[in-house]
């Protein structure tokens, strides 16, 4: 059972009432407040029924992630709870219950040498000619025409812009600027961003909108004129991968872009820092640290360079 919480709070607010609006007010997404508060009833479920806001404390907090750790959490989830136990104290510290950081001596925990997973130029192809061709789709009526377009579109979001499955669900049709072939991508953290995009994609957003249900504000719609989950996508990016072989996930996608795209710029003899800077501003990273991640060797380059001696 989750934890009683002691925190003192605006009048007449339970305390997620008051941390999810106090989020809302620093423009964070309703997915973000959403996993901040969840990760927070982690901490309280570890703490038991003696948790609130004496348990912020340097001696508790380092217990807990000592305990993630002797549990094999993965490190991802070490780092995010970390953060949004970070983000908890920011909370605390304006409303006036802390006065200092009781996790500044907490370090994020090593991130995996693997470089990110993305796909080979023939898988790459391989997908991007089952998302033109419609080949994923089981019937060829006039709804499924339109599944088409819709479809395609989101395999070009992810593979050739770069976007997270979340932030092609978000997108609005007012968030295109394609006279100026870029979109403005709402991220992270509650992030905003532009991106370029290639003329392909601008065609196929184009052609997408001419058939596009409903005249509602979203851009990915099922055949109803209704904004379609992420679940929903990652099922149609399940789709094309099965027709074409190939096991692939939405994220494979935006790591296949972003190992393109440096590629591109490496190809084009751009100088190391303008290369990594640039793709950290179309992926979006807010730390060029995670760009640099890419320039790791995968295990498939190192065999072809080991047999090619």
């Not at 796909?119 to 997908?127: P, S």
């Not at 950290?280 to 065999?303: C, E, F, G, P, V």
Request: include cysteine; charge should be positive.
């Amino acid at each position: 059972m989750m934890a009683t919480m002691t925190f003192q709070v605006k009048p007449g607010l339970a305390w997620q009432e008051d941390f999810s609006l106090w989020l809302y007010e620093h423009n964070r997404a309703q997915k973000t407040i959403e996993a901040y508060v969840q990760d927070v009833h982690h901490f309280a479920r570890w703490c038991g029924s003696a948790f609130g806001a004496e348990s912020l404390n340097r001696t508790d907090v380092r217990a807990y992630f000592e305990w993630q750790k002797s549990i094999k959490a993965a490190v991802n989830s070490q780092n995010r709870r970390l953060a949004s136990l970070r983000v908890l104290v920011s909370w605390m510290r304006e409303r006036g219950m802390l006065d200092y950081d009781p996790t500044d001596r907490i370090q994020r925990s090593e991130q995996s040498k693997l470089p990110p997973r993305a796909k080979d130029a023939d898988e790459y192809a391989d997908l991007a000619s089952v998302s033109m061709a419609g080949a994923h789709l089981k019937c060829a009526g006039e709804k499924h025409s339109l599944l088409a377009a819709r479809d395609l579109v989101i395999f070009g979001l992810m593979a050739r812009a770069g976007l997270r499955v979340s932030e092609v669900a978000g997108l609005d049709a007012e968030d295109l600027h394609l006279e100026r072939n870029e979109i403005r991508v709402r991220g992270k953290g509650g992030k905003v961003g532009d991106v370029v995009i290639p003329n392909e994609l601008v065609c196929d957003i184009e052609a997408w909108l001419a058939v596009r249900p409903g005249a509602g504000a979203a851009l990915i719609t099922d055949w109803n004129g209704q904004r379609i989950t992420t679940g929903q996508i990652r099922r149609r990016i399940e789709m094309i991968g099965q027709a074409a072989g190939i096991v692939v996930k939405p994220h494979d996608l935006r790591h296949t872009y972003i190992y393109r795209l440096l590629d591109v710029f490496l190809r084009q003899e751009t100088s190391l820092p303008v290369a990594i800077d640039a793709v950290r501003m179309q992926a979006r990273h807010s730390d060029s640290r995670t760009t640099m991640s890419y320039l790791r060797a995968s295990y498939k380059q190192i065999r072809m360079a080991v047999e090619g001696v």
